[in-house]
Nanobody
Framework: VQLQASGGGAVQAGGSLRLSCAASGFAVNRYTVAWFRQAPGKEREFVAVGRGNSGATQHADSVKGRFTISRDNTENTVYLQMNSLNPENTAIYYC???????????????????WGQGTLVTVSS
């Protein structure tokens, strides 16, 4: 199981970015794949998740309505579309995958055993 995150960069407040998490060694429609982020000096926090089999998604309250997780089964890639970015969204964004996480634990970073390397998003005011 390998994950490759990409798409980060520098953007001004109000702008948009789309992050990609390319998967290998497993099918994204059979795993739960989530996005987390870690800002400087803060703990890694949940952003969004998509369930493999059902396709159901969840988003953190702080990004709901602005960020959207989606997947392309053909490309075997999970995306995070981020709109209306603000400086508080500056962080390293990580994708993670698991085929054993249960619903009640889906937002817990410790439930994921496979992680990508992270991609840096910097939002300036």
């Amino acid at each position: 199981v390998q994950l490759q995150a990409s798409g980060g960069g520098a953007v001004q407040a109000g702008g948009s970015l789309r992050l990609s998490c390319a998967a290998s060694g497993f099918a994204v429609n059979r795993y739960t794949v989530a996005w987390f982020r870690q800002a400087p000096g803060k703990e890694r926090e949940f952003v969004a998740v998509g369930r493999g089999n059902s396709g159901a998604t969840q988003h953190a309250d702080s990004v709901k309505g602005r960020f959207t997780i989606s997947r392309d089964n053909t490309e075997n890639t999970v995306y995070l579309q981020m709109n209306s970015l603000n400086p508080e969204n500056t962080a390293i964004y990580y994708c993670a995958a698991s085929n054993t996480v249960i619903l009640s634990n889906i937002r817990n970073r410790s439930a994921y055993n496979s992680w990508g390397q992270g991609t840096l998003v910097t939002v300036s005011s």
